[in-house]
């Protein structure tokens, strides 16, 4: 499985932008990247995804790089809520293999 | 729609105790998964189930079993609980897609003394 890397922590200033970066270089044709996060005491949500084109949802972007190592999520205007784990993971949609491989992700601090 | 709801939300156990955790999902999803998360760590996967009438392990089924009763319900049992353990356990369900958006439940803290 292909894997990603991702910064520990990052700290970002209410109402400004996030840049989330998250490299996966042995990324294959047919993975998908995905990005998940999870707040305090609670379980994963679901984010965002893409596989080549930059992508845009109301809760982030997501932009992809053109040879595809890597990708950042986006959020525009960072709340207090925001403050989470951020996930990044790839998933394969070419296989069978039903299974999301999870690193340790970033936690992003948000600061009043 | 409740989503993924996960009973009970705490649980605390003597070693060698057995207990079933569950899980259900109203939004008929094909896929349903248990995951445990120990503190500081990723998800990691017990069991999934692609679909209703299957079964198959994931990264660290040792010591666990499951059963998808039906297309909604899926419990994660363990026989003989041990200190090792104590985590935080998810379950999740996704359609069976391609892009196979996961969706979570709020989990269940355990604690094996």
């Known amino acids: 499985d292909a894997k990603t890397t991702q910064p520990n922590s990052m700290e970002s200033n209410e109402e400004e932008p996030v840049h989330l970066p998250c490299n996966h270089s042995t990324i294959s044709g047919t993975d998908y990247i995905h990005w998940y996060r999870q707040l305090p005491s609670q379980g994963p949500e679901y984010v965002i995804h893409?596989?080549?084109?930059?992508v845009n949802n109301r809760m982030a972007s997501l932009a992809i790089a053109e040879d595809r190592k890597s990708s950042t999520l986006i959020l525009h205007r960072a709340t207090l809520r925001d403050a989470a784990v951020y996930y990044c993971?790839?998933?394969?949609?070419?296989?069978?293999?039903?299974?999301?491989?999870w690193g340790l992700g970033t936690s992003l601090a948000v600061n009043p | 729609n409740a989503g993924v709801t996960q009973t009970p939300k705490f649980q605390v156990l003597k070693t060698g105790q057995s207990m079933t955790l569950q899980c259900a999902q109203d939004?008929?999803?094909?896929?349903m998964y248990w995951y445990r998360q120990d503190p500081g760590m990723g998800l990691r996967l017990i069991y999934y189930s692609a679909s209703e009438g299957t079964t198959d392990k994931g990264e660290v089924p040792n010591g666990y079993n499951v059963s998808r009763l039906n297309k909604r319900e899926f419990s994660l049992r363990l026989e003989s609980a041990a200190p090792s353990q104590t985590s935080v356990y998810f379950c999740?369900?996704?359609?069976?897609?391609?892009?196979?958006?996961?969706?979570f439940g709020p989990g269940t803290r355990l604690t094996v003394l």
């Open positions: 993971i790839l998933r394969d949609i070419a296989g069978n293999n039903r299974k999301l491989i």
């Open positions: 893409g596989l080549t084109s930059n």
């Open positions: 939004m008929n999803h094909n896929s």
């Open positions: 999740a369900s996704s359609e069976m897609h391609s892009t196979d958006t996961q969706y």
